[in-house]
């Protein structure tokens, strides 16, 4: 089925940026619905951003206005790009992809459940 490895985790101080990719395959890319979602030691896991297919994006609460994530239908790559970095910030990132289409923004998912294929996860850390 779809395969996903995402990259780019790292360390980074308070206020700074990253930028971590995610990889799919065993699927057409740009008809994937993918999202990211982080989870910290002792805390559930929750959902940062997901691109549905086309240009629709839905964001938490949390990341809105810090956060993009995009999709490179030519590379077959998902990006979130994460800007003014918080401590709270720190997680492990996950990628998850399904293969169902949504039409409007507020109908992208944004939960664990919605989402059958999921990768490895990419560590970030943040800190002052």
């Known amino acids: 089925q779809v395969q996903v490895v995402e990259s780019g985790g790292g360390s980074v101080q308070v206020g700074g940026s990253l930028r971590l990719s995610c990889t799919a395959s065993g699927y057409t890319f740009s008809r994937l619905t993918m999202a990211w979602f982080r989870q910290a030691p002792g805390k559930e896991r929750e959902g940062v951003a997901t691109?549905?297919?086309?240009?629709?994006?839905k964001y938490s609460d949390s990341v809105k206005g810090r956060f993009t994530i995009s999709k490179d239908n030519a590379k077959n790559t998902l990006y979130l790009q994460m800007s003014s970095l918080k401590p709270e910030d720190t997680g492990m990132y996950y990628c998850a992809a399904n293969a169902r289409a949504y039409f409007s923004s507020g109908a992208l998912p944004l939960r664990p459940p919605e989402f059958d294929s999921w990768g490895q996860g990419t560590q970030v850390t943040v800190s002052s």
């Open positions: 691109a549905g297919v086309g240009t629709f994006t």
